[in-house]
């Protein structure tokens, strides 16, 4: 067998339910890690749970809501009970709801700084006293292209939470390089995941694959990213071989944000 990269780490997965939080979560597995699987959706988590377990690695199933600060802090300290130690967190929950800001009203607007921008304050902040004391961590902000570096109409609060996430992982890489602490965000562009094909149908397409394929036609390396390629960046972060980088984000989108023109 290959020399397992994450081995004996222990890490933290939020929005593990699905798409690229699951395929992120899995990937650490393979590579050695324990994970503790975090979403509100327990039933799925429980399945990763299973799936993780049959590789012959540790994995537990936890359904937090990130934004609930309570049960965020709670939960971290059951894993540290557990396991002794989170060596790597992945704040990786978020949501995207897309609507005019004339016509957002506050709740969705809250909701989306709750989970999106709060939550990764949350999980940070429940993480941090366990690995500075064990002056190690490694912290990867899942953000976007979408706010940092580019947006689209109907994106208003999401940009604005993405964004956030950009300035707060700066900041915190600072504040953490002493301690031995890295502090990175990941900016996908447009990847085949669940989410991304549950839209096809409300924008008039039949097949879930031509529009993928469609969609993957603007990009100069024309195809959407696949959940392992994340999955793959998200394990360099994770580990060793990244200990020189903090405080960056790195942009995976298949080229698409430095054209000028598309197509």
Request: charged residues 25%.
């Amino acid at each position: 067998m290959e020399r397992q990269i994450l081995k004996d780490r222990v890490a933290i997965v939020t929005g593990a339910s699905r798409g690229l939080g699951e395929g992120i979560a899995k990937a650490f597995a393979r590579e050695g890690a324990t994970v503790a699987l975090f979403s509100r959706d327990i039933q799925r988590l429980q399945q990763h749970e299973k799936d993780i377990k049959d590789l012959g690695q540790k994995a537990v199933a936890f359904k937090v809501d990130v934004a609930d600060v309570g049960q965020v802090n709670q939960t971290v300290e059951e894993v540290l009970k557990l396991f002794g130690r989170v060596d790597i967190l992945v704040n990786n929950a978020g949501i995207a709801p897309s609507m005019p800001f004339v016509e957002m009203p506050d709740e969705v607007r809250d909701s989306v700084i709750d989970v999106n921008l709060k939550g990764v304050w949350n999980c940070t902040k429940a993480v941090l006293p366990s690995m500075i004391k064990h002056k190690y961590g490694k912290i990867i902000n899942v953000s976007s292209v979408t706010g940092p570096m580019t947006s689209s109409k109907g994106m208003t609060v999401y940009s604005a939470s993405k964004g956030a996430v950009s300035g707060f992982t700066r900041s915190l890489a600072l504040e953490m390089a002493e301690h031995g602490i890295n502090v990175n965000a990941i900016c996908p562009g447009s990847f085949d995941t669940p989410m991304m094909r549950s839209v096809a149908k409300s924008r008039g397409w039949d097949s879930e694959d031509d529009y993928i394929r469609e969609l993957g036609k603007e990009i100069p390396l024309g195809r959407l990213g696949t959940i392992e390629e994340m999955a793959d960046l998200t394990v360099f972060l994770a580990s060793d071989s990244s200990k020189y980088i903090t405080g960056v984000e790195i942009v995976i989108d298949g080229g698409n944000i430095i054209q000028e023109h598309k197509g």
